[in-house]
């Protein structure tokens, strides 16, 4: 079963404007992470956000997390045509290795 | 070698075959785990290693098996392949309950 799900599926934006995926999971977590796909290749991770901590950010980046609604957020402010990708949130439960994927947001970001 | 290596990078196999795919990190990290992504899928999670000597199984573990003889390597064995292993396989590794680092992904086609 699938602890991570996002929303939505799918979102296509203009170059410039701000992107934001949803990540909603069902059970405790130690950590939550969110990670980048291109095309064909191989996960990059670009977040990591810990049970205690309620908001990350790196670069272009800021993650959210709300514990008590079991669900996190990733805001890609003033996108690029580079963003365009599979953002994927995982979770990890408090023994902090079976790790669970959602099926993941298909960002497309438009020049 | 710098980082975590997969070998072979794809592979069309017959099934009833054994396969063996290899995952060696540098990283010395404890963790390591194996994962299959399925067409516009996210990742499922196999099988995972907390440190050498110990595996533990994941969402998806019927008709693999795992080893872990020591830090670096991590193969994955399908015993007698079947057509519903046709996957990309990642794996990864990480400290415990920390960043994972993946794999370039092996594609396996099982006919």
């Known amino acids: 079963s699938q602890q991570g799900e996002e929303d939505p599926q799918a979102l296509s934006i203009q170059e410039g404007e701000n992107a934001t995926m949803n990540c909603s999971y069902k059970t405790s977590i130690n950590n939550l992470q969110w990670y980048r796909q291109n095309s064909g290749r191989g996960l990059v991770h670009l977040i990591l956000i810990r049970s205690n901590e309620r908001e990350k950010h790196s670069g272009r980046l800021r993650v959210t997390l709300d514990t008590s609604k079991k669900s996190s957020s990733l805001l890609i402010t003033a996108s690029r045509a580079a963003d365009t990708a599979s953002y994927f949130c995982a979770t990890q439960n408090t023994g902090g290795f079976k790790t669970i994927f959602g099926a993941g947001t298909r960002l497309f970001v438009k020049a | 070698i710098a980082g975590i290596t997969q070998a072979p990078t794809s592979q069309i196999l017959a099934a009833g075959r054994r396969m063996t795919l290899r995952c060696t990190q540098d990283?010395?990290?404890?963790?390591m785990y194996w994962y299959r992504q399925d067409l516009g899928l996210g990742l499922r999670l196999i099988h995972y290693?907390?440190?050498?000597?110990?595996?533990g199984k994941g969402e998806v573990p019927d008709g693999y098996s795992v080893s872990r003889a020591n830090t670096d390597d991590f193969p994955l064995t399908l015993a007698s392949a079947v057509p519903s292993q046709t996957s990309v396989y990642f794996c990864?590794?990480?400290?415990?309950?920390?960043?994972?680092?993946f794999g370039p992904g092996t594609r396996l086609t099982v006919l």
């Open positions: 990864a590794s990480s400290a415990p309950g920390d960043t994972q680092y």
């Open positions: 290693s907390n440190t050498a000597g110990t595996t």
């Open positions: 990283m010395r990290h404890n963790a």
